[in-house]
Every structure is written in C-alpha cells, then in structure tokens.
C-alpha cells in the first residue's frame, strides 16, 4: 500500500490519538494536530510524525495559516481527518 500523508485534528486524546499510533504503526506519514500538540506530543516527533498547534475554534486567519504550514511540510495532504470535538453521552431519554 502507498505511503499517504494524513492531517488528523485533535491527536491529543481519545480517538484521534488511536488513530495517529495506528497510523505510525502503519508506516504512513502524519502531522498530528491539537491544543499544544507541539508540546504535548513532542515524544513522538520522527521523519513520519510532525506536529502542528491547531485548535480548531482559532479564527479563520490562524487555521488558514496553520494548514499552508501543514500543506509544505511534505508538499500535500492525502487524507484529511477532521476529528475535533467533544462527546456528550447521553441515552435516547435525555438526548430527546
Ligand atoms: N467516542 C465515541 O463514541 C464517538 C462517537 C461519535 C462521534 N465521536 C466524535 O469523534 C471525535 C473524537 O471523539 P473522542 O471520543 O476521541 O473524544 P475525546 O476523547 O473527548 O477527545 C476529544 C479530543 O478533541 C480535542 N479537542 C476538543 N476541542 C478541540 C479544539 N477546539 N481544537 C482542537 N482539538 C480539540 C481534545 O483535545 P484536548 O486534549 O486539548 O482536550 C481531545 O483530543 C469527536 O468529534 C466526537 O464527537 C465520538
């Protein structure tokens, strides 16, 4: 299988995090964004994992920024996953 360049938001935890060590595993190539994810993340910086402050609620100005710096790290993104958010379970009753 080809190597893709993947852009994941919210790497820092939960599924997004699963994602980016499956992707690691995988051999493909990552740049793994979230709220200070330069420093939370800085254990996993290699030739295949970059990091990339994002918070997704961040004006329009800084987002656009972020991704032109995203796009020259290895000049694309083949896969965009656009993971941010936040859960809030509830059963069928409450959520009605
Ligand atoms: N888990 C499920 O069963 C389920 C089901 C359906 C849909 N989803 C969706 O799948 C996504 C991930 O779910 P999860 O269960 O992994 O959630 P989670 O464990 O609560 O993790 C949420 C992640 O989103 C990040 N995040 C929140 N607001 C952000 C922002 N403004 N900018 C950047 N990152 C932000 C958090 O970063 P911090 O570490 O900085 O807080 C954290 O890394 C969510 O969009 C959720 O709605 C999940």
Redesign the pocket.
């Known amino acids: 299988m080809p190597q893709l360049t993947w852009l994941i938001?919210?790497t820092?935890?939960?599924?997004?995090e699963s994602l980016l060590n499956h992707l690691i595993t995988r051999g493909d190539r990552v740049i793994a964004t979230?709220?200070d994810a330069e420093r939370r993340l800085a254990y996993l910086k290699s030739d295949s994992v970059a990091l990339l402050d994002?918070?997704?609620?961040s004006g329009i100005a800084v987002i656009e920024a972020q991704i032109r710096k995203a796009w020259d790290i290895w000049g694309g993104i083949d896969v965009l996953m656009n993971?941010?958010?936040?859960?809030n379970p509830k059963s069928i009753e409450e959520a009605g």
């Not at 820092?12 to 997004?16: A, F, H, I």
């Not at 993971?83 to 859960?87: E, L, R």
């Open positions: 938001t919210a820092t935890s939960g599924l997004g979230g709220r994002l918070d997704v609620t993971n941010a958010g936040v859960s």
